[in-house]
């Protein structure tokens, strides 16, 4: 069984085309700034559910996606529960649809190396390039998030680099151009993505009892954006504001 948060039918953000996005239960990350921290607990309010269940949605959905489109596994973190996924990526990949999966990168085990190997494209977030900066960002190291950046390139598969931008907290030159330095090189990187910061979750922190820490923390402006693009852009050919 898969612990399943939510869904959301024709997204159209978290990967190519019009996707079946799931939201699955559970991560090892305690991000300051998290949309989602209803998705954190292992088991919070998610539902049990049966992998033939999201097969038939996405299967049932399939003639909307197009040649691009596909189902997004995001959350969460979906490798927190990549043994369970298992079966379900392989029913996918034999319905012909096309698989993409939101991750943080920082888990690894068997389970987890097949889980990306079935995968057709990895959305991978980069919360941060400086070690010590990450620590104070989402609670973990980086390094195993990087190792999996480098498995992706060794075994071409392709990706997509994601990157919030945090004033304050990742919005550093040095951090980009160290980032843009140590991946510059890298075939599979298909686009780079700047995530505006936002602050659409805090009512969940509200609801929560939580306290949200980035509350004096202000959005990025149209130059701040704009900055960041042209940074990036030093060092990758396909830069997009999300």
Not at 97 to 105: A, F, K, R, Y
Not at 160 to 179: K, M, N, S
């Amino acid at each position: 069984m898969i612990r399943v948060h939510s869904y959301e039918s024709l997204g159209t953000y978290d990967g190519p085309g019009i996707r079946l996005v799931v939201f699955l239960q559970g991560c090892n990350f305690r991000c300051l700034y998290c949309a989602n921290p209803d998705t954190i607990d292992c088991k919070g309010e998610s539902k049990e559910t049966a992998p033939e269940e999201i097969l038939r949605m996405a299967v049932n959905q399939k003639p909307f996606f197009g040649k691009k489109g596909g189902i997004t596994f995001s959350g969460g973190e979906p490798t927190f529960q990549a043994k369970e996924l298992l079966p379900l990526f392989r029913q996918l990949k034999e319905a012909g649809i096309h698989i993409c999966v939101d991750t943080n990168g920082s888990i690894w085990n068997n389970s987890v190396e097949e889980l990306l190997s079935l995968a057709d494209l990895v959305l991978l977030d980069v919360k941060e390039f400086n070690e010590e900066r990450h620590r104070q960002l989402t609670s973990c190291s980086n390094v195993q998030t990087l190792r999996t950046a480098a498995w992706l390139e060794a075994n071409g598969k392709p990706f997509w680099l994601r990157y919030v931008l945090v004033q304050g907290h990742t919005a550093f030159q040095e951090d980009i151009e160290a980032l843009g330095q140590h991946f510059k090189d890298y075939r599979m990187i298909e686009r780079v993505e700047i995530l505006p910061y936002h602050m659409l979750g805090v009512h969940k922190y509200e609801a929560m009892g939580w306290e949200y820490q980035l509350k004096d923390v202000g959005q990025n402006t149209p130059r701040q954006l704009e900055e960041a693009r042209s940074l990036f852009e030093t060092y990758f050919t396909k830069v997009y504001v999300n």
